[in-house]
C-alpha cells in the first residue's frame, strides 16, 4: 500500500547494522509461551509498551517474529484496519489516531498501524507520542535487519509479510531502479531485488500457527 512510503526513512540512515543471528521460529515461539523465559511475550511486550529503546535485538526478534504464531494480530484484510486506512486516505488523523490506538492495543507490533499512527501524530504536531512510536518501530524493524545480509538465500532478511517487506525495502534504500524476480521456498517465498549485479534477498514467511 502507497502509505508504506511516506515515513522520513532518513531517519532510520543514521541506524547502523547490528549483529546478526540465526532466527531459530521453532526456540522464539516456545520462548514467548513460556512464562519462565526472559522472553516471554507479557515481560516483552511491557517493556516494549513502556522503553522500547530498552529491548536488544534478540527481544526485538522474538516480538517481531512471535507474531506468526499469535491468534489475535490484525490483518490489512480486517475491516477495522481497513477502516483505519480509509480514515487515512482522507487525512482525517483525529480519526486514524482513535482507531489507531484501538489496534495497537490489539496488536501493538503491527508495523502497518505504527506507520500510520506515526504518520498522524506527526501532522497533528504530538512529538511525544510520535517518538514513542517511533522508537518503537525503529525497535522492531532493527530486528528485522539483524535476521541476516541479505546477500544469499541461507542469510536473507526475513519478513512477516509482503508489506513489512516494502517497509524494509525504504529502510535499505532500494527502489524502483531495482528488479524484482521470486521463487518459492520452505515457509515462505523469496524475493530477489537486483541492481547492476548486486541482488538483496528476503525471504516472506508463510507459517501455520501452532496451538
Not at 490483518?75 to 490506538?101: M, V, Y
Not at 518503537?136 to 509482503?162: F, H, P
Not at 524476480?181 to 501452532?210: A, C, H, V
Request: charged content about 30%; hydrophobic content about 35%; glycine content about 6%.
Amino acid at each position: 500500500m502507497k502509505y508504506h512510503f511516506f515515513l522520513l526513512f532518513i531517519l532510520f540512515s543514521v541506524f547502523g547494522f547490528g549483529q546478526k543471528s540465526k532466527i531459530d521460529l521453532k526456540a522464539i515461539e516456545k520462548n514467548l509461551k513460556n512464562p519462565d523465559s526472559p522472553y516471554n511475550y507479557d515481560k516483552l511486550i511491557f517493556k516494549y509498551k513502556g522503553y522500547p529503546k530498552s529491548l536488544d535485538s534478540i527481544e526485538a526478534q522474538h516480538l517481531y517474529y512471535g507474531r506468526n504464531f499469535r491468534n489475535d494480530k490484525i490483518a490489512t484484510s480486517d475491516e477495522r484496519f481497513k477502516s483505519l486506512a480509509e480514515a487515512f486516505k482522507q487525512s482525517n488523523f483525529e480519526e486514524c489516531i482513535k482507531l489507531g490506538k484501538a489496534l495497537y492495543d490489539k496488536d501493538p507490533t503491527n508495523l502497518d498501524v505504527l506507520l500510520i499512527l506515526l504518520r498522524s501524530y506527526d501532522s497533528l504536531k504530538d512529538g511525544t507520542n510520535f517518538m514513542h512510536h517511533l522508537n518503537q518501530l525503529r525497535t522492531l524493524t532493527d530486528g528485522i535487519k539483524s535476521s541476516g545480509d541479505g546477500k544469499t538465500e541461507k542469510t536473507a532478511y526475513l519478513v512477516n509479510s509482503i508489506g513489512d517487506e516494502y517497509i524494509l525495502l525504504n529502510i535499505l534504500n532500494i527502489g524502483k531502479e531495482y528488479t524484482r524476480s521470486s521463487k518459492p521456498s520452505r515457509n515462505g517465498m523469496f524475493d530477489i531485488w537486483e541492481k547492476d549485479g548486486r541482488q538483496i534477498y528476503i525471504k516472506i514467511l508463510y507459517l501455520e500457527l501452532t496451538n
